[in-house]
């Protein structure tokens, strides 16, 4: 079993290419002035993939900090272990760490006035539809994709999540840290190829999702007097799906 959410929260979702059922057209977004990606496209070894640093900009990161802290305020927060989660052969959990679903915490309304969501214009830039261009053919698959899924995941002293893929077309980690750090590990790797990604504050990785990747586990210096000192990680999946199944 690998990382997926349940087919109810996938139907909620948005429309990641804008595209229309009738006339199957995009329409493209524009990136603000003020963005300023340093991308790396890595297409050797068996693992291609793509780095965004500078995801959100400065504007947009103290937003998207606004709603993670407001997440994290909420009781009863979900621990990935007690959820839909990847399992080992034996049935034992692959990640420890708290989750949130945030399309079960708006109404359809809701969402417009979450950052997180509405930052999502930047996956219908013509700059990042060309930028995943580079890596064909698996590119193909996510121009295709109609219908996405947000989850966030957040590590704290001694949470991880093991080797695994995404049951999707292709994922998009954005990586939320507090500096000075306050703990080691985190780092991301790509399990098949061994090609490790450094955590870096408000870096995105984006690939297809049949690759397994995981997660090191988090070692605090110090237990932090209030949640989100942490490793945040905001997923977006892509999928394609039937337009009669996608609520808009």
Known sequence: MNDSTNTIRMKASANPNNTSSNSRLRTLATLPQEQNWEVKVIKTGKTPFIIFDNWYTPNEEKNIWKELDWLSSQENVERAEDTYVARHDDGTPKSKASRFHIEEFYTQKGRERSH????????????????????KPFCRSFFSTSADSTLI?????????????????WSMLIWFVREPRLFDGGDFEFSDSKQKVKLKHNRAVFFPSMFEHKVSSIKMHTKPKEVGFGRYTITHFYIAMPFGNIIR
């Open 116 to 135: 997180i969501f509405n930052y999502m214009y930047k996956q219908r830039t013509q700059e990042f539809h060309s930028i995943v261009g580079e890596i």
């Open 153 to 169: 995941s957040y590590y704290e002293d001694n949470e991880f999540y093991h080797a695994h893929h995404d049951d999707y077309a």
